[in-house]
């Protein structure tokens, strides 16, 4: 198993520019989720889903869009991009023994 | 989730027991106490989950109280690859009825030579 994949590994975008973050995983998880991460600070959530066709805000949704179509992939969309939206983004998908959460590598990005 | 309170921040040597201590006063019966453990550049990962007395896996021991108020994460013996970002999630995690999982600011371990 990949696990939870995510791509882009970096991007740089110009403000007002737009871009999807994608996020997939191949362990047959129902829940899946994005947080963004700022420098030395916690994760916050932006959003998170229990199954294919539901979707729910998280902490700081705002600036971002999600669906989720099939079990497997879980986008993430900004439009607009503003320099606070900098910060590194990571999926996760949420299953097994202790039904925990297994995240992927991060996408940097930095808005400029 | 039920509030948690964790020290922002703690500092060791290597070769010592580390003791992470997490407040739930809030905790529900059906709550379980998991610990996620976050390396600089990557994502958080799982390591131990329980629900009272004492869980041990190959990376920590869990002690919960009777009264479940708080938790103790221990790490035997840490060396300089422990230095990380831990965090405490209190929740009926395991049956999967909360969706929304929020991380707290978590307690930044550092270990020193």
């Known amino acids: 198993n990949a696990g939870v994949t995510q791509t882009p590994k970096f991007r740089i975008l110009k403000i007002g520019q737009s871009m999807t973050l994608q996020c997939a995983q191949d362990?047959?998880?129902?829940?899946m989720y994005w947080y963004r991460q700022d420098p030395g600070m916690g994760l916050k959530l932006i959003y998170y889903s229990v199954g294919a066709g539901i979707t729910d805000k998280g902490e700081v949704p705002n600036g971002y869009n999600v669906s989720r179509s099939t079990t497997e992939d879980f986008p993430l969309r900004l439009e607009l991009a503003a320099p606070s939206q900098t910060s590194v983004y990571f999926c996760a998908s949420r299953g097994g023994e202790a039904n925990e959460q297994f995240f992927g590598p991060g996408t940097r990005l930095t808005v400029l | 989730l039920a509030k948690t309170t964790q020290p922002i921040s703690m500092d060791s040597y290597e070769g010592q027991e580390v003791n992470i201590t997490c407040s739930h006063n809030?905790?529900?019966?059906?709550?379980?106490i998991t610990w996620y453990q976050q390396f600089p550049s990557q994502g958080p990962r799982f390591i131990i989950q329980?629900?009272?007395t004492k869980v041990t896996n190959e990376v920590a021991s869990l002690f919960i109280p009777a009264d479940r108020k708080s938790s103790t994460l221990s790490l035997p013996r840490v060396s300089l690859s422990d230095t990380a970002v831990y965090y405490c999630l209190v929740g009926d995690i395991p049956f999967g009825n909360t969706g929304k999982l929020i991380f707290g600011q978590g307690t930044t371990l550092q270990v020193k030579p």
């Open positions: 362990m047959n998880h129902n829940y």
């Open positions: 809030n905790i529900a019966t059906n709550d379980y």
């Open positions: 329980g629900y009272k």
